[in-house]
């Protein structure tokens, strides 16, 4: 039972659903670069994509209480990281 209830939409939106298991695709690379021999310096780069479908959309098609469609969302996201290493 719901005591609170925050949720708002606009008036062409019918209903959303977010999937409880979504499977991911991650893809990754790096660089090295040496800068003397206790140090290191790190360039990487990172790529994460939903293979299935992570939200669900429901939306009128026209005004309201016409047909509806509806719109399937697949999450995406890059990153690049730089790092440093040393020896003690």
């Given at each position: ?60 098609w026209g005004a309201p209480n016409?047909?509806i469609r509806t719109r399937f969302y697949q999450l995406k ?12």
């Amino acid at each position: 039972m719901k005591l609170v209830n925050k949720t708002t939409y606009g008036i062409d939106r019918y209903g959303f659903k977010t999937n409880p298991v979504v499977l991911d695709l991650h893809l990754g690379a790096g660089i090295s670069f040496v800068t003397s021999d206790n140090a290191r310096i790190f360039l990487l780069y990172d790529y994460s994509s939903d293979l299935t479908h992570a939200y669900k959309e429901e939306l009128y098609w026209g005004a309201p209480n016409e047909l509806i469609r509806t719109r399937f969302y697949q999450l995406k996201t890059s990153s690049i990281s730089l790092g440093f290493q040393w020896a003690l």
